[in-house]
């Protein structure tokens, strides 16, 4: 097998636009307003990529612990700003923080897990496995999160008067929200079992896809994939586990009254 990655001219590279030119052509024709979002995401995407490509190019060669935990503390501070802004509704600041606790408990306890016992990677800071696996725990935790923010809230909302009229019934506030939680962590952490199901069938993930092109042994591709979708999915579950557990008592003050 050829263990030599193809470089991708340039011109090849930016033949891939074509695709989000036609995006754009398709939503204007539509009138659904979306082309400026489009673009603005586009042109991130491809500023951020090429940025980071530069870094870990510098990261790669000259490895320091304190660098990389900077920069994994970094990520996980951006995903959780990231968070709030991308709920769409203003967060108390009770519940902000319970997201942050959530995010750095559900992607920390996870990364060091799965670091010390599942891989087992030396040095510990090594960033060739340190920086990837925890860009796909953190990103993926605050996709599982942010779903259930986003459901969580919304429930309350909506369900104030039921949630009002069993707690004047006598239920706990644990009791009067427990199907709003639910369905709140039920939202969260569903995407990330949906794609287990498909893994391998219907699709081959970018991890495994990437290290079968760069000539690993599929066998070898396919360890490491399971055992990152057994940490992505470790993560968003102990994330939404910790915001679901904590998250609705921010909807009620010390007299255990509601106040959404």
Request: without cysteine; charged residues 15%; positive net charge.
């Amino acid at each position: 097998m050829d263990s030599v990655i193809r470089d991708i001219e340039l011109w090849r590279l930016a033949a891939g636009y074509l695709f989000i030119l036609l995006l754009i052509v398709f939503v204007k024709w539509r009138g659904l307003n979306r082309e400026i979002r489009i673009v603005v995401s586009t042109a991130r995407m491809t500023i951020q990529l090429v940025l980071v490509g530069y870094i870990l190019t510098y990261i790669f060669k000259e490895p320091n612990p304190f660098l990389i935990t900077f920069i994994v503390l970094f990520m996980l501070t951006f995903a959780i700003f990231n968070t709030y802004k991308q709920v769409g509704t203003k967060l108390s600041k009770k519940l902000k923080r319970i997201v942050a606790l959530s995010m750095i408990v559900g992607s920390l306890v996870t990364l060091f897990y799965f670091n010390v016992v599942v891989i087992h990677f030396q040095p510990w800071y090594e960033p060739h496995y340190l920086i990837p696996i925890a860009g796909m725990i953190i990103g993926n935790s605050m996709t599982g999160i942010t779903l259930g923010v986003k459901n969580l809230v919304d429930g309350m909302q909506k369900q104030k008067h039921l949630i009002e009229g069993a707690l004047m019934l006598g239920a706990t506030p644990e009791a009067a929200t427990k199907s709003v939680v639910n369905s709140a962590f039920d939202s969260a952490i569903l995407p990330t079992i949906n794609n287990m199901v498909g893994m391998g069938i219907v699709f081959l993930p970018g991890m495994m896809t990437g290290q079968i092109l760069a000539g690993i042994d599929p066998i070898i591709a396919i360890e490491y994939q399971i055992a990152i979708l057994l940490g992505i999915t470790g993560s968003v579950a102990l994330t939404v586990m910790v915001f679901t557990t904590l998250g609705y008592k921010t909807f009620f003050n010390s007299k255990q009254q509601f106040k959404v």
